[in-house]
DNA sequence: CCAAACGTTAAAAAGTTTCTTAACATATTA
DNA sequence: TAATATGTTAAGAAACTTTTTAACGTTTGG
């Protein structure tokens, strides 16, 4: 039978799993996504595709968390339905690709940043601007709403780069302006 | 006695500041800053510099409140002390910048991300190594081996360009690469 | 066509976070 | 030095989120 070392290496690989796997969630927890959710992708990440089954057995949990779980990560648009072939179950896979990962999480919540802020200036500066021109409003507060019209115009500039960040990384120009360093040997 | 309106000014004013507070506070719930915090940040965006006191009257919430509250920001770097000539109480500031604002935030959140996985990913490729390394261990969970110590070493390529990212920003050089729109005429 | 499997929704329980009240330590000024 | 102001810490309460158990509808295979 041989391979004397088998039951301990199991647990080494998995433990070192488990490391990475910790560590994914706790710096996706940073971005506000949660724990339970970070540790399910980091899973999916190294385990490849996976059920809602054995989502439940590896982590423990209940299948509707696993997928109140899957479907955050849907949203975020870092997990994808996948089909195995012959199979009933349906199987759930995870982006791979961290560049592909930064690309879509971030782009999501920056554009939606800019668009939620434009549109709430739009509104507020169009309630000042009807102060600034009331000639029955003092001068003081005419004072006050020119200063807050001219905070918020100025944000827009920032939303406005924002919104170019955003399409420099869905276009991948990103990668031109700040190339990726080529990968080094595997020193296995 | 004149000004006929400013009572009624005043109300849209205050309606106006609120309406883009709300709008940062729910654009930072983004990225894991509470909304109360989210909230704090906004309103010392367009009020300039406060006190403690001067928060809890305009938020209607308790001084520990702001007081923990304005403790977060700062962690994010996004607010600083500041003096207020004369006067006893202390006063913070917002980081006013937005473009400083993204460089503070996103930089130190995404030095934190390549940081921890780097190490973890180290860690558990030492342990990996081993696995690889023993005879006793059978093909099979070695296979399962080089692949995790793969899958990890790829990894690797994307925390190194964050680190190049994360450079790019704090010397400002992401603006040459994305450069910020010139601001436009003050239409008021 | 029936029985089992699958995934989701709903309601309840558990856990966590945030907020407040109260107490405390430090600094200021009278 | 005493009294007050200021900011923080600690403990308890309230609110919110996450998780589980249970039930439901739909699909699939015998």
Same mark, same amino acid.
């Given at each position: ?8 290496a199991?647990?080494s690989?998995d433990?070192?799993?488990e490391?990475?796997? *910790?560590s994914?969630?706790e ?6 996504? %949660?724990?339970s959710a970070?540790t ?8 490849? *595709?996976m059920?809602l089954?054995e989502?439940?057995?590896?982590l423990?949990m209940?299948?509707?968390s696993?997928?109140t779980?899957?479907?955050?990560l849907?949203e975020?648009?870092v997990?994808?339905k %996948?089909f ?6 349906? %199987?759930?896979?995870a982006?791979?690709?961290f560049f592909?990962?930064f690309?879509?999480f971030f %782009?999501q919540?920056?554009e939606?940043?800019a668009?939620v802020?434009?549109?709430?200036i ?7 601007s009807?102060?600034?021109q *009331? ?8 004072e006050e709403a020119?200063e807050?019209y001219?905070i918020?115009e ?5 939303y ?7 399409e ?6 990103i ?6 360093d080529?990968?080094q040997?595997?020193?296995?």
């Open positions: 039978m041989g391979y004397s070392s088998d039951e301990k199991r647990e690989l433990h070192a799993k490391i990475v796997v *910790d994914i969630a710096t996706m927890d940073l971005y506000g996504v %949660t724990r970070g399910l992708y980091g899973t999916m990440y190294l385990e490849g *595709d059920t089954d989502m439940r057995e590896k423990g209940s299948k509707p696993m997928s779980g899957v479907k955050k849907q975020f648009n997990v994808k %996948t195995r072939k012959g199979k009933r179950k349906q %199987t759930y896979v982006e791979h690709d592909q990962f690309s879509n %782009t919540k920056w939606r940043e668009k802020n434009l549109h709430s739009k509104e507020a500066q169009h309630i000042l009807s102060i600034i *009331d000639d029955n409003v003092s001068p003081e507060l005419k020119q807050a001219h918020m100025n944000s827009k500039t920032y406005k780069w924002l919104n170019k960040l955003v420099k990384i869905e276009t991948g120009e990668f031109d302006l700040i190339p990726i080529p990968e040997e595997d020193k296995t």
